[in-house]
């Protein structure tokens, strides 16, 4: 079983920056595709980014386009999430999730595609 834990939660003031760490306890390299999902006062498991471990292709959500960044580190096997120019509605709670290697990512932004995942780190971003 895959085991991932996140970090780096916390409270932050509108426009200001978090960086979320994603640690791997298990072997999520290779194929896996490693992503981003928040639980918010209006969505639940809404899509954040995510990140193809092999060849590094990244995908993002829309809203955080431009202010989020997914990034990797292939020697620990951590994923991270650079949040930038943060607003109140990013509030919510972050989860890393790990989704085995499939031929394609086209459900990248489902959490259906993904089988393991954190307990989750809490975000808080006042006005």
């Known amino acids: 079983q895959v085991q991932l834990v996140e970090s780096g939660g916390g409270l932050v003031q509108a426009g200001g920056s978090l960086r979320l760490s994603c640690s791997a306890f298990?072997?999520?390299?290779?194929?896996?595709?490693l992503g981003w999902f928040r639980h918010t006062i209006d969505q639940a498991r809404e899509f954040v980014a995510a990140?193809?471990?092999?060849?590094?292709?990244?995908y993002y959500a829309d809203s955080v386009k431009g202010r989020f960044t997914i990034s990797r580190d292939n020697d620990t096997i951590t994923v991270y999430l650079q949040m930038n120019s943060l607003k109140p509605e990013d509030t919510g709670v972050y989860y890393c999730a790990a989704g085995s290697p499939r031929p394609y990512n086209i459900y990248y932004n489902s959490a259906r595609r993904y089988e393991h995942w954190g307990q989750g780190t809490q975000v808080t971003v006042s006005s």
């Open positions: 298990a072997r999520t390299g290779g194929g896996f595709l």
């Open positions: 990140l193809a471990w092999s060849g590094g292709t990244t």
